[in-house]
T-cell receptor
Framework: GNSVTQMEGPVTLSEEAFLTINCTYTATGYPSLFWYVQYPGEGLQLLLKATKADDKGSNKGFEATYRKETTSFHLEKGSVQVSDSAVYFCVQGGDKLIFGTGTRLQVFP | NAGVMQNPRHLVRRRGQEARLRCSPMKGHSHVYWYRQLPEEGLKFMVYLQKENIIDESGMPKERFSAEFPKEGPSILRIQQVVRGDSAAYFC?????????????FGPGTRLTVT
């Protein structure tokens, strides 16, 4: 069946470091892919999305490219901030969203 | 435009009691979804509803759990005779329409604790 696998956390970085969170998926067809972010004690917010192969989603300095060849949707940011500390979920679209297990990012000053 | 609203934000129930979780979708949204998040895990789909109809309940436990989305009023997720394993965060989401490319907007969640 369809699934999403993302790298385990926590990921601990210093401010201004480069961030990569790996995400791969298995799917029948070509679903949309999303990254959602969950700040402590809050609900989920959409960070970015891509609806078809080779699309690049971007928002707030974060980017992810929908790679059909490698079935991946890795999240990247060139320079993280303390305020980026949160849990990041890679998600496969559809009526039933399919979530990865989440990756906790901790950024220290 | 108010976002998805859920109440209560925190709910404590003793084993055997009933829990009722409410969700009001965003204005103009007629599709509602419920997800459950166990500690340190991702969200798992439970049920998808449109007004007065359950579209997909494949993620709902067969017993004790039910959901509705009446013509008027919020969507309700009901858990009867709660057990400790029901302790989790329950998130509601809504969307304007269905389909892979459409974003679901999430509420802040209800954190259920069963003592």
């Amino acid at each position: 069946g369809n699934s999403v696998t993302q790298m385990e956390g926590p990921v601990t970085l210093s401010e201004e470091a480069f961030l990569t969170i790996n995400c791969t998926y298995t799917a029948t067809g070509y679903p949309s892919l999303f990254w959602y972010v969950q700040y402590p004690g809050e609900g989920l917010q959409l960070l970015l999305k891509a609806t078809k192969a080779d699309d690049k989603g971007s928002n707030k300095g974060f980017e992810a490219t929908y790679r059909k060849e490698t079935t991946s949707f890795h999240l990247e940011k060139g320079s993280v901030q303390v305020s980026d500390s949160a849990v990041y979920f890679c998600v496969q679209g559809g009526d039933k969203l399919i979530f990865g297990t989440g990756t906790r990012l901790q950024v220290f000053p | 435009n108010a976002g998805v609203m859920q109440n209560p934000r925190h709910l404590v129930r003793r084993r055997g009691q009933e829990a009722r979780l409410r969700c009001s979708p965003m204005k103009g949204h007629s599709h509602v979804y419920w997800y459950r998040q166990l500690p340190e895990e991702g969200l798992k789909f439970m049920v998808y509803l449109q007004k007065e109809n359950i579209i997909d309940e494949s993620g709902m436990p067969k017993e004790r759990f039910s959901a509705e989305f009446p013509k008027e009023g919020p969507s309700i997720l009901r858990i009867q005779q709660v057990v400790r394993g029901d302790s989790a965060a329950y998130f509601c989401a809504s969307s304007e329409t269905s389909g892979s490319s459409y974003e679901q907007y999430f509420g802040p969640g209800t954190r259920l604790t069963v003592t």
